[in-house]
């Protein structure tokens, strides 16, 4: 069963049948204003953060499904009869209308076909500005003149969704709008600097400002009394619940088509009025839409590949790389899921999130990088969850936050944690990050910037990494293994006095990145301090971390094995074993064994399970793991993220087949025509997926904002199809299907573009023969060439 399919040459998703079981979400904004919206047209903005820049409000985890939104109303003036361009709220009978929904790079677009007329609705937010733009179109395919009365609507929310949700008291009496020629301005009372405003490029006939007089009681926005009647009260208060609603009748001939523009947007009336007329000119309007396709078009141009397999092609040429970039963009906390409760970046997720995406947006993760940076203590742990905010050069926490957070008693310092609320991962991932960006961009001297610690002082970003390693390389325990502390890379396993496996493993492997770059510099004194702790981890863990069969995960403050075939539960744990190879520390023979028991015991058609058997009783030596219920998230669920890991540690075994049966299990694509078992959009990866544990076995849950995005990209481009910057040259070295006959990618490096074509005719997975460049045979890596050029590149593989 499926909702929609790919559209391919506008890069879109489009969901032809409305009534999806759950939100299918795409993301509006690439700069400071964001919007989550849904197929439905539900969804929120925020400027900022989510947490206290919202603009409109949303009641997330609602019955009926996202709402409220950013709704259009249309009105037959005629008969009365009312509707809306995206299918809900008023959710007309799906066989008396068409409604469409496309979902494209930033931008949606919402279509409906009912009563003789064609209406569409495009929300985007244009590059440079703080608005979204409602581009409305109607088009009478009647043969008579209509009388429609169009309406928007949004429900405005105070700037902070704690006060939002919970302080009635304060919220309600200290929110006011207003409307003056015709700009609806929100405002509220304890913070006049904030603002949102509504308008559009026509006159209002009548607006509303008032939520409930728009609404009426007892209805909902299904119904709303305004639209009812075919006007507005032109209602406005000081105190309440506010709305954007401006109303407009339109006389339209047969087949002419009206086109009104709405803007939604940060800032007082004065801002309005500006915007207002900007985008009055529908020239403004179409030139900001192209400027969003055309922002996605030079990105996405920087990696294109065309291989054998539909799926790949489509979502690596397009969704994977948008998600990805959606991710270093607006984190973890701004969705139908996490809905603005948390606010600012996960240390260790935002360090992954960056290393996929210096392709597609180099500026962005230099500026996520600094902020890690900033977030790194002078001890060389990072703060794991943390607000760019509060970290300014000054370390005044106060001076970059709004003011209306810093009335009462709220406390915005720099809170420095103590050691055992610290999770012992999350620093490792910038070495690797900062690597993946030098390797990119060649911009080698960023290592000498001088970047503030969260607590004192400063230090360059060379330094800054070294910091990441000592401090694993202090915290080990007797026997040579990282602690785990509060967390590894797993939220559930707390193993506090205890040691992990996979930061051993983790640290291994930012150990050898980092020797790259030690060399790279001839920093010898460090290449061989480093080099050193890394045999040591080397050993240690050939002592401790061989369970006979697989590696363990780690163990328990009391010494407790964890992983092991000994136990009933928890036996096999899937990062244990690819980070054993991934990280390149295990041996040759344990490496394959590892790997066979993983693809044996935890592989099924939707992928590799995070561990099995799952955990039934409560074991807090372990951690939170083994108190979620079977198959669900971290308790032996297909745990997304940690899919890629597999794939690339099969890569460098040279196992194409069985990466890319890996890769194709998880890929969203396959899965659209089963929605009645996957239910989450196809275009996107989703945090888990129901493990085989659980009745609801498929089911994927947690769209978007996942680090499985940009580590796909990761292991589909530079591991399978295996093309890898590296300081000195492109390095081209393919693992894939033996049936593969061949394939091509167009790879943009440091301002010259590759256009490289691989030919398979031994149908090997892995080696390469015969590598040439613009017709010169060349051995080992692809230099870097002059900038503006086009490449020829032939590989051989064989
Ligand atoms: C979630 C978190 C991530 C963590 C993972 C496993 O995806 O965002 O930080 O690594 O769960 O617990």
Known sequence: MKYGYFDEKNREYVIDRCDVPVSFTNYLGLENMCTVISHNSGGYSFKGSPEYGRITRFRPNGVPLDRPGHYVYLRDDETGKYWTVSWQPVGIDLKEAEYVCRHGLSYSKFECKYNGIIAEKTLFVPLGHDVELWDVKVTNTSDRKRAISLFSYVEFSLHQIDLDNKDFQMGLYASGSSCTEGVID?????????????????????????????????????????????????????GGNHCGSLHKQFEIEPGQTIRAVLMLGAGGAEQGKKTRKMFADHSVVDKAFEQIKNYWRSRLANYQCITPDEGANVML??????????CVTWSRFASFIEVGGRTGLGYRDTAQDTISSSYLQPDKVKQRLVELMRAQTSEGF????????????????????????LSGDSDQSVHIPELKDVCSDDALWLVAAVCEYLKETGDIDFLETEVTFADEGSATVYEHLKKALDFSAKHVADNGICQGLRADWNDCINLRGGQSSMVTFMHYWALRLFNEVAAYLNRDDDSERYSEIASRIKQAAAANLWDGQWYLRGFTAEGRKIGTDEDEEGKLFLN???????????????????????YDKLFDRYGLHLLWPAYSKPDDGVGFVTRVYKGIKENASIFSHPNPWAIIAECMLGRGDRAFEYYTAMLPFYQ???????????????????????????RARHPWLTGSAGWFYTAATKWILGVRPTFKGLEVDPCVPKDWDEFSIVRKWRGSTFNISVKNPDHVSKGVKSIKLNGQEITGLIPVQQPGTDNDVQVLMG
């Open 186 to 238: 929100y405002t509220f009372f304890y913070h006049p600097d904030m603002h949102h405003f509504m308008t559009a490029d026509f006159e209002p006939d009548s607006y509303d400002c008032v939520r409930d007089e728009f609404i009426g009681n007892y209805r909902s926005e299904s119904n709303p009394a305004a639209v009812e009647n075919g006007r507005c009260s032109n209602s406005s208060k000081l």
């Open 317 to 326: 040429n397009t969704w994977t790389p948008y998600q990805a970039a959606t």
């Open 382 to 405: 990072g703060l794991h969850l943390f607000d760019p905010a509060m970290m300014d050069e000054s370390g005044d926490a106060k001076a970059n936050l709004p003011t209306v957070l």
């Open 672 to 698: 659209n025509d089963m929605m009645e078992i996957r239910q989450a959009e196809p275009y996107s990866y989703c945090q888990f997926v129901m493990g085989k544990d659980h009745t609801d076995h498929g």
């Open 576 to 598: 244990a074993q690819s980070w054993a190879v991934m990280s390149g520390l295990s041996e040759h023979d344990k490496a394959i064994r590892a790997m066979d028991a993983a």
